[in-house]
């Protein structure tokens, strides 16, 4: 059976605006509230906001089934094809529009690329699910994506935020920032979260078996992930709320490549992975695995290289705000070709109202 979308996933714009104008409100309401937030902090992150993103990513990388990662063998086509998509298509179609539509907004443009920089590892296994693509081979490509990430995000970071503006004389209106603090966030942000989750799996799996550790436990800790994630929006606008009130356009002029950027990466995996005939149940895969992005880790990598005030953050803030309803509308784009692309008899159709087991 497709696994339907939660009602807490379903309605995640909503709670993300609800987050938003609490934050606001709190902000007007609470004065010194940086200084109070700033009091204790990890690794250059206040303590509250470094828990609320420690939080996002646990449940998130507590799912990855990290044991398929021995499948890779029989899944080269299909891992080198996520490999070009992910690691050199997505980050680099990210850097262009970002310059081509926020040249005079150097925060924001920096929020972007650190948002195209951070590949699927969340929702991405629900969009599969609700699109009827390969299960088994999206698992893979999430357990690949968020181990090579603690590798490759810092490098490709300093390269895309550093090294190329300079290379192309661009750097006079961005941000230069030195491989350190990107990789020192990576490291608590994702790397403590990624081994607690695998720890957590591997214990779970020992001791109870798959069937619990996926109906049972999963489902107890996954709106972890979602309460996360909304108490770090209420404290992060309501640090930033004058930015917000005062440049209300600043939020459409983010959404903009966000909106194009999404829907190009997922236009061209779809078109990869029909062209390399991979079936229609694969192509998706591929497609949603590159169009999704991880925008837990790159909300903490904004926070905590680039602070919770920056323009970075509020880029950052943007991204589930906007990614989420476009995957959704994607999905039925997906099953929409399967049908016309891909005639292989009917399919089981979506049904996104009615809460997951999952």
């Known amino acids: 059976m497709v696994e339907r979308l ?92 970002a310059w081509l539509l926020l040249p005079d907004q150097p925060a924001y443009r920096t ?37 090579f990430q603690i590798v490759a995000y810092s490098f490709l970071g300093y390269f895309y935020i550093t090294l190329l503006p300079k290379w192309l004389g661009l750097q006079a209106a961005g941000f230069q920032i030195g491989l350190w603090p990107v990789a020192r966030t990576v490291l608590i942000f994702l790397g403590i979260p990624l081994v607690a989750g695998y720890l957590t799996r591997l214990a779970g799996l020992r001791a109870r078996g798959v069937r619990w ?48 950027y999404f829907a190009t990466m997922f236009g061209i995996a ?15 895969t591929l497609a949603f695995t590159a169009a999704s992005n991880n925008f837990e880790l790159a909300i903490a990598v904004a926070i905590g290289v680039f602070g919770a005030t920056s323009g970075e953050a509020l880029a950052g803030v943007v991204g589930p705000l906007i990614e989420v309803p476009v995957l959704v509308g994607l999905v039925y784009v997906s099953l929409w070709l399967r049908t016309r692309v891909f005639p292989a008899g009917p399919i089981a159709p979506v049904q996104l109202g009615h809460p997951t087991a999952a």
């Open 270 to 284: 779809f078109a990869w992975g029909r062209a390399l005939r991979l079936g229609y149940e694969r192509t998706a």
């Open 213 to 260: 550790y996926e109906e049972r436990f999963l489902p107890r800790i996954g709106p972890i992930a979602l309460y996360g994630l909304l108490f770090t929006i209420v404290l992060l606008f309501a640090l930033q709320g004058h930015q917000i009130t005062e440049k209300p356009l600043d939020v459409v002029r983010i959404a903009a490549p966000l909106l194009i």
């Open 111 to 147: 929020g972007l690329i650190i948002v195209g920089l951070a590949r699927c590892i969340a929702m991405v296994l629900i969009w599969s699910e609700l699109a009827c693509a390969d299960r088994e081979a999206t698992a893979v490509l999430v357990a690949i994506n968020s181990v």
């Open 6 to 97: 939660s009602t807490l996933n379903r309605f995640l714009p909503v709670w993300i605006v609800m987050a938003m104008a609490a934050g606001l409100c709190l902000g007007s309401l609470v004065s010194g509230l940086n200084g109070a937030l700033s009091s204790v902090q990890i690794a250059g992150t206040s303590l509250p906001i470094a828990i609320g993103l420690l939080l996002m990513m646990y449940p998130v990388l507590a799912r990855v089934r990290y044991e398929d990662l021995g499948r890779l063998r029989g899944e080269r086509g299909l891992f080198l094809s996520s490999l070009v998509l992910n690691w050199l298509v997505g980050p680099a179609l990210m850097f262009a529009l």
